[in-house]
């Protein structure tokens, strides 16, 4: 994506006008090889535009985050980091000085979590054009102004995007436990998963990947054990014949439900229920 790296140091520029938070350093890195990097220090707003591995790998404090690109990582001073980057990257930097952190903090900036996949979007593309068009007038009247400025509207897109990801997120977890919630009430039932991920607006995609992060076992999995639980209730507490069973839970045949019965508890459910009614003389 860019066609060479650059680095311009802002620190000793004069400024015309007061700005808030004025960068020290702009970097537009291309092609580069870096390696794993760890520590606290530094402060900087990072894109990481592409690269050649699919999957950046990170450790902020003690949580590990995997990450597609481009994504954003936020390096603030005193949170402890662990960047790890196989292959060569493009990325684009916007560094300040230490001592801005608790101003920044108070204008909300440097909030949790410190790295984040974004898309490029038109307004984050048309903010990098227009930085790394001021490159050769760095040391015209007013370009360290236009560049502090300009680096505070990415940071105000990148958040943006990273809050309504996780607004979208949210809302999808919500659904998910809402279908989770409905699962448990109608296991009996034969599930349309293309009527059912329809009506509540998801793919199934996004459906399976969301869940997989949310539980441990898969829907077909929690179905399963929910319709073995209800059997063993049934076995202990009546004479219901084990093909009657076999329908009632939609087990394609006896065989089957007796094979996961006993994978689930170590006994057939015929044993299962003379167990339980023995237990009761």
Not at 260 to 276: S, V
């Amino acid at each position: 994506m860019l066609n060479k790296s650059k680095y311009l140091n802002l620190k000793r520029l004069h400024r015309d006008f007061k700005v808030t938070f004025p960068l020290t350093e702009i970097g537009f890195i291309a092609d580069h090889d870096c390696k794993t990097t760890q520590g606290d220090k530094g402060f900087e707003l990072c894109l990481r535009l592409s690269s050649e591995t699919k999957y950046s790998n990170d450790i902020i404090g003690d949580t590990r985050y995997q990450l597609r690109f481009p994504n954003v990582f936020l390096k603030v001073p005193g949170v402890w980091r662990q960047i790890s980057v196989e292959g060569k990257r493009d990325a684009v930097f916007f560094k300040y000085e230490p001592s801005l952190k608790e101003e920044m903090e108070k204008a909300g900036l440097l909030k949790p979590p410190y790295c984040w996949e974004i898309r490029l979007t038109p307004a984050i593309n048309s903010i990098l054009k227009e930085c790394e068009a001021l490159c050769p007038r760095l040391y015209e009247r007013g370009t360290a102004e236009k560049l502090d400025l300009l680096a505070m509207q990415m940071f105000q897109e990148v958040l943006l995007f990273r809050d309504e990801q996780k607004n979208m997120a949210d809302n999808t977890d919500d659904v998910i436990r809402q279908i989770a919630a409905y699962l448990h009430s109608h296991f009996l039932e034969e599930v349309d998963w293309d009527e059912l991920l329809k009506n509540n607006g998801l793919s199934r995609r996004n459906f399976f990947r969301r869940w997989k992060e949310m539980f441990d076992d898969s829907p077909a999995a929690s179905i399963r054990e929910l319709k073995l639980d209800y059997a063993r209730s049934l076995l202990a507490e009546s004479d219901i014949p084990i093909w009657e069973l076999t329908r009632m839970l939609n087990f394609s045949n006896s065989n089957y439900f007796c094979s996961i019965f006993k994978a689930q508890y170590g006994i057939t459910p015929y044993e299962y229920h003379c167990r339980m009614f023995q237990k009761k003389k």
